[in-house]
C-alpha cells in the first residue's frame, strides 16, 4: 500500500455464534493485509470469544457497551460508524438477522447497524433448521432487499453435529468478499471523483434464465446463470449509472445500488422492461426461453399409463428485438448478446441485423467452454463500426470492459 494511503477501516460485529472463533482468523488476515480492523462484540458474542483474543489480534480496543460513558466520550457510537469503510458481521445469528431486518437498535451493534449508511457485510452461521426457518430466511430476504451483502452460509458440518446450510463462511472466503466489495466502491470513489462514463444515464440490464412454467409444478430453464448480466449492472452502477436489473430465478444476492425487479417466465421479464423505459443504454444478457408451453394446466399433469404429454410451443416476445424496434423512447444504445454453440461470428453478425440492435456481444458458450455457470467469458463485441475480439476475461472484468465501451459510444451518441 503506497506511504500515504489510508487503511481501510473494516467495523467487526461478532455476534453470538460458535463461529465466533472464526473471526480471530478472520482479524489476522485484514490485519496482515494491512486493514484497521475495530471490533463490536455482542453480549452474546462474548460467551464464545474474549474481548482480549480480539482486542490483541485487531491491535485496538473491543466496544460492547451502548451505554460506556468512556468510549461514548471517546468516540461516540454514530463516530464509530461513520469512520469505517465497510460493516461486516461474522457471525452473523439467526436474532441479529431478525434484530436488523426489523431496524431495532438495543445494543451497540444493532445501533451501529442503523446509525450507519455504509454498506454491511454479514456471514450468517447457525444451525441448518435455524437457516432455513421461514422466519429466518424472510429476513434474510428483507435484508438483501434493503442492499446487505451476503457471503455464505456454507453447507456442511455443524458445531452441533449436524449437517447443512447454515455453517459461517470460511474465514478466507469472508476475507475475499470484503475486498471484492471495497474494490468496487472505490472503482465507484474513483468514476464519481473523475470520469463517470455513464453518469447521469439510466441503464436497464437482463440476466439470468427465464423460467417457462408446464404445469403449477414444473418448467423449462437453462442453465443460465446470471453472473454477466449481473457484473454488468454493477459496472454500469460503478460508472455513474441509474441501473434496473431485470433479472430471472438466479442464485445471486441483489447489488446494491441496483434496483432489482425480479421475474420468472418471458413474457414477465418483457413487461418489466417495458415499464422500465426510457432509458438511455439497454442491455439484453438474459437468456431468455425462445419459447414456452402453450397450455393451461392449472393442474399437476398425471400419468395416465398412455404415452407421454405432447408439449406445445409457442414462440415467445423478443425482448430485445422489440426495443431495439421502438419508433417512440428507442434507447439511444441497444445491446444485445448472442449465445452460440456454433459459427460464433456468422451466427451473430446475423442476429445484429435481425433483431436491430446496435452491438452484439458474441459469447461462444459451447459446452467445452464452461461459460454457462462459469466465471469466464470470451467476448466478441461486433457492431456497424467494426468487431473487436477480447482474450477470455474474468466476467467482471469483461462487464467492466463492456461498460467502458458502451460509455465511449454513448457519448459519441450524445455529442460529449
Ligand atoms: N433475447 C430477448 N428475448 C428473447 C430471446 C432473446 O431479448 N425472446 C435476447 C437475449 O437476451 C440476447 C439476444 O436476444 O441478448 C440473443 O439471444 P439468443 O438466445 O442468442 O438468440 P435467439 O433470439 O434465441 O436466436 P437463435 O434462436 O437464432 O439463437
Not at 490483541?56 to 473491543?62: E, F
Not at 445469528?93 to 451497540?108: I, P, R, S
Not at 454453440?341 to 458458450?365: S, Y
Request: hydrophobic residues 45%; glycine residues 8%; charged residues 25%.
Amino acid at each position: 500500500m503506497p506511504v500515504n494511503e489510508k487503511k481501510p477501516l473494516i467495523l467487526l460485529i461478532v455476534g453470538g455464534g460458535i463461529a465466533a472463533y472464526k473471526s480471530l482468523e478472520l482479524i489476522r488476515l485484514l490485519r496482515g493485509a494491512e486493514f484497521e480492523v475495530r471490533v463490536v462484540l455482542t453480549k452474546a458474542g462474548a460467551q464464545f470469544v474474549t474481548p482480549l483474543s480480539l482486542a490483541s489480534l485487531a491491535g485496538n480496543k473491543v466496544y460492547e457497551d451502548l451505554f460506556s460513558l468512556t468510549d461514548e466520550t471517546e468516540m461516540g457510537h454514530i463516530e464509530l460508524s461513520r469512520q469505517a469503510d465497510l460493516l461486516v458481521i461474522a457471525p452473523a445469528t439467526a436474532d441479529f438477522l431478525a434484530k436488523a431486518a426489523q431496524g431495532l437498535a438495543n445494543d451497540l451493534a444493532s445501533t451501529l447497524l442503523l446509525a450507519s449508511d455504509k454498506s454491511v457485510l454479514a456471514a450468517p452461521a447457525m444451525n441448518w433448521r435455524m437457516w432455513l426457518h421461514p422466519a429466518t430466511q424472510r429476513n434474510f430476504e428483507r435484508l438483501r432487499s434493503d442492499g446487505m451483502l451476503f457471503i455464505g452460509p456454507n453447507h456442511g458440518a455443524m458445531a452441533c453435529g449436524e449437517f447443512g446450510p447454515g455453517r459461517m463462511a470460511e474465514p478466507e472466503e469472508i476475507f475475499a468478499a470484503i475486498n471484492a466489495v471495497l474494490h468496487g466502491q472505490k472503482r465507484l470513489a474513483k468514476d464519481l471523483a473523475g470520469r463517470e462514463s455513464l453518469a447521469g444515464k439510466k441503464v436497464v440490464v437482463t440476466a439470468g434464465p427465464t423460467f417457462e412454467p408446464i404445469d403449477p409444478v414444473r418448467y423449462i430453464a437453462n442453465r443460465s446463470s446470471g453472473k454477466q448480466g449481473y457484473a454488468i449492472a454493477a459496472a454500469a452502477r460503478d460508472a455513474g449509472a441509474k441501473v434496473v436489473l431485470v433479472s430471472g430465478p438466479v442464485a445471486l444476492p441483489p447489488l446494491a445500488g441496483v434496483e432489482l425487479v425480479r421475474v420468472e417466465t418471458a413474457r414477465d421479464m418483457a413487461a418489466a422492461v417495458e415499464a422500465a423505459l426510457p432509458c438511455d443504454v439497454f442491455i439484453a444478457a438474459a437468456a431468455v426461453a425462445d419459447w414456452r408451453v402453450d397450455s393451461d394446466f392449472d393442474q399437476k399433469i398425471k400419468k395416465n399409463g398412455d404415452s407421454p404429454p405432447a408439449l406445445k410451443l409457442v414462440e415467445n416476445p423478443d425482448i430485445l428485438a422489440t426495443v431495439a424496434r421502438r419508433s417512440k423512447n428507442r434507447p439511444s444504445l441497444v445491446v444485445g448478446f448472442a449465445a452460440e454453440t456454433e459459427k460464433l461470428l456468422e451466427h451473430a453478425r446475423k442476429k445484429l441485423a435481425r433483431k436491430g440492435c446496435d452491438m452484439i456481444v458474441a459469447n461462444d458458450i459451447s459446452p467445452e467452454k464452461g461459460v454457462m455457470g462459469g466465471d469466464q467469458n470470451t467476448l466478441v463485441l461486433i457492431s456497424a463500426q467494426g468487431e473487436v475480439a477480447w482474450p477470455k476475461l474474468g466476467k467482471d472484468e469483461a462487464a467492466r470492459r463492456l461498460v467502458e465501451h458502451i460509455g465511449e459510444l454513448v457519448s459519441k451518441i450524445g455529442g460529449g
